[in-house]
């Protein structure tokens, strides 16, 4: 691996990645974007595709309804990507990966990629953001199996009104 020049190094420190399925964005999500975007006066939210998962939104669905919750974040951007979440972060000029975390499982789970991600490319740092405790709970699982039974009103207690209007979308065409 290459080392970066410290132009390089100083631009990727200015610039981080924060990454996910996003099926759908929660306002867990959003409590780590608004955060990481007071960081960093650069954050890319990167929309990624796992084959292993089934969604419920499609890659492209997922991708403007992070673009529609973040309208308004200065300097947060938003794309999609393929593959390993360290080579997009290469990819993209960054050199932080952040990361959400809700709980010890999270962080285990979350330590174990930062070691894999830093093995792959050792100039790339992870920053763990620990859940805000009024969003500590919610998961893009938990609103997945909710959505088909739950109000509008129970719905805005875990995504934001983008997200609900889509999930809405989705129950009328499935009915």
């Known amino acids: 691996m290459p080392e970066r020049s410290s132009r390089a190094t100083a631009s990727a420190s200015q610039t981080a990645v924060y990454t996910g399925t996003f099926d759908p964005i929660t306002l867990g999500h959003m409590d780590v974007i608004r955060r990481a975007a007071a960081l960093f006066p650069k954050l890319i939210v990167g929309v990624g595709s796992n084959p292993e998962k089934s969604s419920l ?27 390993l ?64 039974e739950a109000t509008r009103a129970e719905l805005a207690r875990f995504v934001p009104e983008a997200v609900i209007k889509a999930l809405e979308a989705k129950r009328r065409a499935s009915k």
């Open 57 to 83: 939104f499609t890659a492209a669905e997922r991708v403007a309804l992070v673009e529609a919750c973040t309208v308004g974040l200065a300097g947060v951007s938003v794309r999609s990507f393929d593959g």
């Open 85 to 148: 979440t360290v080579r997009f972060v290469r990819d993209s000029g960054a050199g932080v990966i952040i990361r959400g975390v809700r709980s010890v499982a999270d962080m285990d789970y979350e330590l174990t990629m930062a070691r894999t991600n830093r093995a792959i490319d050792p100039s790339a740092e992870t920053l763990f953001l620990p859940a805000g405790e009024s969003v500590a709970h919610i998961s893009a699982t938990l609103v997945r199996q909710i959505a088909r």
